[in-house]
Every structure is written in C-alpha cells, then in structure tokens.
C-alpha cells in the first residue's frame, strides 16, 4: 500500500499488487502530517 499526497494537502492511498494492478482505495482532502514524540 502506497499513500500520495500532492503539494495541494490532497491524498490518495493506492494498493499495488504483484501482479502489476493498482487501485485506488480512497481519496481525501486537509491532509495533516503528525510527527509522533520520542520515547523520553
């Protein structure tokens, strides 16, 4: 499973299989980067 996003804060999660096919799984709007914390 791969995940686009364009420079626009839209995303796409896209499965490839091994055969070669994709499809696309969704599409969405605002994506949101988190950053999770390190351990302390």
Do not use: F
């Amino acid at each position: 499973m791969e995940i686009w996003r364009s420079d626009h804060w839209n995303w796409t999660p896209l499965m490839s299989y091994t055969d070669g096919r994709s499809c696309i799984i969704a599409m969405g709007e605002n994506w949101d980067q988190v950053n999770p914390k390190k351990p302390a």
